[in-house]
């Protein structure tokens, strides 16, 4: 484990394949199919769609969904934000990935993970355990094919919390739930971009061929190094753990099929998440120091979004 968080700290990510296991992946396949369900049946109900495709295999039904009714796509992604639903927090849950996480964040010093000076590429301090929790930002990413709304941008998660919470080390896990790759969407990176600190980002619909539409920001690509960008191919269930200073971006689906993934991040207990306008140490706890697993609260987490629209991006 000290040898995966010596490569992670330094580069700014590491890649480990089949985290999930298929039992893993077709619970969450069931729950995003429960998810198109009810919205093809919302859009049945206010006379948009006639008919719910409920025939279509799983690769291609909300594309097909979304050619009817173009923003179809959007708000499925949209409401998966502020409910945790169960197969979700199983994955949030999943052992193997608490525990590179809890590793990752007990092993960072206070100062070198997030810093922005040089020191930030310097080898992390060992330290005991710490309690462990997920962040309350989370994403389900259907991205259709050659929908542009799905194209995020070069970014930094940190760009859309609180100024001086890249200070704090935040770490996410981008989980594929098919096979990537350039052709259907992959992730980039930008490999040791994390120790240059905090990079000036733009709203995208704001810059010239920005989409009108997105809510993206976006960093100045012409500004980073080309033989610094990785594109990962990758089999579903792998995982791609990075720091929330590490420039990433998806690149566009020119396939035939939906490339679905989620993200999901990390952080210690008792750390600010970054929301200045909701609770700052809004959190949900899954691990204390004595590495005791703690219950996700759903009654709080699955039931409501009042806890995630008091927040604003």
Same mark, same amino acid.
């Given at each position: 484990?000290?040898?995966m968080?010596l490569?992670?700290?330094?580069?700014g990510?590491?890649?480990?394949?089949?985290?999930?296991s298929?039992?893993?992946?077709?619970?969450?396949?069931?729950?995003i199919?429960?998810m198109?369900d009810?919205?093809a049946?919302n859009?049945?109900?206010?006379?948009?769609?006639?008919?719910?495709?409920?025939?279509a295999p799983?690769?291609?039904r909300?594309s097909?969904?979304?050619?009817a009714?173009p923003?179809?796509?959007?708000?499925?992604?949209?409401?998966?934000?502020?409910?945790?639903?169960p197969?979700?927090?199983?994955?949030?849950?999943?052992?193997?990935?608490?525990?590179?996480a809890q590793?990752?964040l $007990? !092993? *960072? =010093?206070? #100062?070198? +993970? /997030? &810093? @922005? $000076? !040089? *020191? =930030?590429s #310097?080898? +992390? /301090? &060992? @330290? $005991?355990?710490?309690?462990?929790a997920?962040?309350?930002?989370?994403?389900?990413?259907?991205?259709?094919?050659?929908?542009?709304?799905?194209n995020?941008?070069?970014?930094?998660d940190t760009?859309?919390?609180?100024?001086?919470?890249?200070l704090?080390?935040?770490?996410?896990?981008?989980?594929?739930?098919?096979?990537?790759d350039?052709?259907?969407?992959?992730l980039?990176?930008?490999?040791?971009?994390?120790?240059?600190?905090?990079?000036?980002?733009?709203?995208?619909?704001?810059?010239?061929?920005?989409?009108?539409?997105?809510?993206?920001?976006?960093?100045?690509?012409?500004?980073?190094?080309?033989?610094?960008?990785?594109?990962f191919?990758?089999?579903?269930?792998?995982?791609?753990?990075?720091?929330?200073?590490?420039?990433?971006r998806?690149?566009?689906?020119?396939s035939?099929?939906?490339?679905?993934?989620?993200?999901?991040?990390?952080?210690?207990?008792g750390?600010?998440?970054?929301?200045s306008?909701a609770?700052?140490?809004?959190?949900?706890?899954?691990?204390d120091?004595?590495?005791?697993?703690?219950?996700i609260?759903?009654d709080?987490?699955?039931?409501?979004?009042?806890?995630?629209?008091?927040?604003?991006e």
């Amino acid at each position: 484990m000290r040898q995966m968080w010596l490569f992670f700290w330094k580069q700014g990510y590491i890649a480990i394949q089949n985290i999930l296991s298929d039992d893993d992946i077709h619970i969450m396949y069931k729950e995003i199919d429960t998810m198109v369900d009810d919205l093809a049946s919302n859009l049945i109900k206010q006379g948009i769609l006639s008919h719910s495709f409920s025939d279509a295999p799983f690769s291609s039904r909300l594309s097909l969904l979304e050619e009817a009714c173009p923003g179809a796509a959007v708000a499925l992604h949209t409401s998966a934000a502020g409910i945790l639903r169960p197969a979700l927090a199983s994955i949030l849950q999943n052992k193997k990935i608490v525990d590179i996480a809890q590793s990752m964040l $007990s !092993s *960072s =010093s206070s #100062s070198s +993970p /997030s &810093s @922005s $000076s !040089s *020191s =930030s590429s #310097s080898t +992390p /301090s &060992s @330290s $005991s355990c710490c309690g462990i929790a997920a962040h309350p930002e989370w994403n389900i990413r259907c991205k259709t094919p050659g929908n542009a709304l799905f194209n995020v941008p070069w970014h930094q998660d940190t760009a859309y919390l609180s100024s001086g919470n890249e200070l704090v080390p935040q770490i996410t896990a981008w989980i594929p739930l098919v096979d990537v790759d350039k052709q259907n969407g992959t992730l980039q990176i930008l490999e040791n971009g994390h120790i240059s600190g905090v990079f000036r980002h733009h709203l995208e619909k704001h810059t010239i061929g920005g989409h009108k539409d997105s809510w993206y920001l976006i960093m100045e690509e012409e500004k980073l190094p080309k033989e610094k960008i990785l594109t990962f191919s990758l089999l579903r269930g792998s995982v791609v753990f990075f720091t929330n200073l590490t420039p990433h971006r998806s690149l566009p689906n020119v396939s035939a099929t939906i490339r679905w993934t989620i993200d999901v991040r990390y952080m210690r207990t008792g750390d600010p998440s970054g929301f200045s306008d909701a609770s700052p140490y809004l959190c949900i706890p899954l691990r204390d120091e004595e590495g005791k697993d703690v219950p996700i609260d759903m009654d709080k987490w699955g039931k409501t979004t009042s806890i995630m629209t008091s927040k604003s991006e």
